[in-house]
């Protein structure tokens, strides 16, 4: 008999019906499942709503499940959405192309409830960690850093850099960590802002975890349940595909955060900025498609730079 939480879900999706009945399957296998799963989606077609219909039938009687159509395109806004018809006072994000491990769940949810100052808790992606950085990465973190750490994991360096938890047997399964993405992540709704995501993310909506994150931090514990396991089995969509798009919104959302809710806003913390964006250029050039997006990668950065005066201020709060 599968335990029920007092857990909204909240699925923003687009065009990848295959991929959220997958997630979903994966979910039903859980030891625990969320009492709402709302799914906000921005397809162009009606395949998803009626995978979510199906969903519904399976869960009655134990959770309920929501299908919304999306006001607006977007992880960001899509989120809010959801997270505005939720009804529980814990909200999880998780994307629609992770499958679960086994009781992932149920280990998240029982961190969380066992630690009143925790206001989320993640999941680790077996697919996606921290590795230990070579000797020039781990120069240039400590240059972004203003300091040596023996571990860069999990932490929020320099200009808003983000970087992964670790996963070793010698830690503890709950490990404090500075920042949560939201590819499966548990949240105290009361630690939320309200909307959680800043207007400023649209679209691909880089970034907006961290933003999130980094504003619940300044009141609430973060940290990663290391045996709560899923797998992130990343999709290819069409806000991935245009090179110049994407290195634009990187730097752009960077600066936002490094600006606004980091208060980061020094002459050293824009060299670090300039720094940071030219190794993580050079670095692209090692990937099979980094010579040829190269072209398109600089044109970003200088449509960034030209966006730099209008970029929205925001009061800290």
């Known amino acids: 008999m599968r335990a029920v939480a007092p857990i909204s879900a909240v699925i923003a999706t687009r065009n990848r ?23 906000v989606d921005a397809s162009d077609d009606n395949v998803t709503r009626h995978h979510i219909d199906k969903f519904r039938q399976r ?16 992880a960001a806004p899509q989120r809010n959405q959801g997270v505005a ?29 066992l630690d009143r100052q ?10 996606q960690r921290y590795q230990p950085p070579g000797f020039l990465s781990w120069a240039v973190f400590t240059l972004m850093h203003g300091q040596r750490e023996k571990s860069f994991a999990g932490k929020v360096i320099g200009p808003a850099i983000n970087l992964l938890p670790e996963d070793h047997e010698d830690l503890p399964d709950v ?13 105290r709704r009361e630690a939320l802002p309200s909307p959680p995501f800043d207007s400023f993310f649209s679209g691909y909506s880089m970034m907006e975890d961290l933003a999130l994150s980094v504003r619940v931090a300044r009141d609430w514990k973060l940290a990663n349940v290391r045996s709560a396991r899923i797998r992130h089995e990343s999709q290819l969509g ?14 752009i959302n960077r600066l936002y955060v490094m600006v606004n809710l980091l208060s980061r806003s020094q002459p050293m913390d824009y060299l670090r900025l300039g720094l940071w964006e030219t190794f993580a250029t050079v670095s692209t050039l090692a990937e099979p498609s980094g010579i040829r997006d190269l072209p398109n990668v600089l044109a970003g950065k ?7 005066r209008s970029l929205p201020r925001v009061k800290s709060n």
């Open 17 to 39: 019906a295959e991929s959220v009945v997958r997630t979903l399957d994966s979910l039903l296998e859980q030891d625990l499942l969320p009492s709402q799963l709302i799914v």
């Open 238 to 251: 069409t806000h991935k595909e245009d090179a110049r798009a994407v290195a634009k919104m990187e730097m």
């Open 118 to 127: 925790l206001g989320g808790v993640n999941a680790m992606i077996v697919n």
């Open 175 to 187: 490990v404090p960590v500075e920042w949560l993405n939201t590819t499966c992540t548990l949240y």
């Open 59 to 74: 869960v009655a009687g134990e959770s309920s499940a929501i299908w919304l159509s999306a006001d607006v395109a977007g």
């Open 302 to 308: 200088f449509d960034a730079l030209r966006s730099f």
């Open 85 to 113: 018809h939720a009804t529980q006072p814990f909200i999880w994000f998780f994307d629609d192309d992770i499958i679960f491990q086994p009781n992932c769940a149920q280990r998240l949810w029982r961190a969380i409830e």
